[in-house]
Structures are given as C-alpha cells and as structure tokens.
C-alpha cells in the first residue's frame, strides 16, 4: 500500500544506493538542497506532505534509476545493500581520453592504462567512467566528479553525452539536436559556448548513464 512514509523512505533509500545524502540527491536532480530534508515532510500544522511527481521524475532522471527500481523501494522490494550493486568499469581521465588508443571506432574502451573503479550504479560489459578533469563542466559536473557513459545507448534531445571529435577533443554537454549533417550540443557551463560539429569530425557519441557527487 502506498504510503506517505514509505514514499520518502524510498527517496532515502535511492540517495544511499547512489552515495548521496538527501540534500545532494536534491541538488543533483536541480532542486532546492533543501527539498528532501526532514523536515519538509510536514506541514507546520503537522499533515504530511508528498513530494511532487515532478521532483520524483527528476531524481530518477538524475541518478539513472528507472521508475520499476524506485517502484521496487517504495514497495520494499530490492532492498539489496549499496555494495550488492556495485560495479567494476573502466576508468580514464578526460584528458587521457584526448588522446588516441583508448577507443575503438565505436567509443567502446579498448587499448591499456584504463585503471577500474568500483561504483554503487548499473552498469554493463559496455560501460566505463571518465573522471572529470577542470571546471568546464561546471555547475553540474566539478573538478573529480566520475561520469559513468554507456556507449552505443539511444540518445534523444536532453540527454547528457560525451561527444569525442576527431581532432581528438572529448566533451561532456547536453544533446540538443542530431542530423545526418551535424549534431547540436549545449554546454553544461554558460561560460563555454554551444557547439553545432559537423557529422564528419564526430568520433563517437555515448550517453551519460551515471555520475557521482
């Protein structure tokens, strides 16, 4: 039965599974760092009160769960330990990405000196993580941050992608349109421009599944 604690609990439990407190899954789906704190969940005269479905939307968004994984938590299905779905991938800085030997034509890891790293997120055989080097990603990726990206994956208007281009240049922005001519990309950091790359000088293209905070 859905209930006013049980729904909450879920949002903590979600926060855990993904190694974030309440207020940082907060931040991290671009709400207030306070919208998630205890005591928010009643009303000064002491009635409950739900988070909205938007706010519900966006935490799953952010943290790549999908709605049957929170589902399960609500009901208390899948209470499994943060440890239990842990995954090992591959590792690279944005920098090393850079360069060439890392990737096969596709974007799929390949070649040595990836390190691994373990994180609390679903990953597949596919998957590896770039750690976020610099602040041109900010406000929404810091200096350090491990992005985990899933190449091969659909990717639609919205979505969170690291594009490589062939002069070798690697870049996290959000995908705003796609052609057979070019692809538009807006950037996470106001302070970077927008970039419209022709079709020929992109490499690959991999949508981000994942990111720590």
Known sequence: MLSHDRVWAAIDALA??????ASGLARRAGLDSTAFNKSKRLSSDGRPRWPSTESLAKI??????SLEEFTGLVEGRGGASVAQHRSAVPLLGFAQ???GG?????????GQ?????????RATETSYALQV???SMLPLYRNGDVLIVEPGAPTRKGDRVVVKTTAGEVM????????????????????HPDRDIPTREIEWVARIVWASQ
């Not at 855990?16 to 407190?21: F, I």
């Open 172 to 191: 996290a922005k959000v995908l705003d349109r796609q052609t057979v001519k070019s692809i538009v990309l807006v950037s996470l950091n106001p302070a």
């Open 60 to 65: 799953i968004e952010a943290t790549g769960a």
């Open 97 to 99: 990405a850079g360069a």
């Open 133 to 135: 080097q610099g602040d």
């Open 102 to 110: 890392f990737f096969d034509d596709a974007g799929y890891p390949a």
């Open 113 to 121: 000196g990836w390190d691994l790293v373990e994180l609390p997120a």
């Open 16 to 21: 855990e599974r993904y190694s974030l407190s």
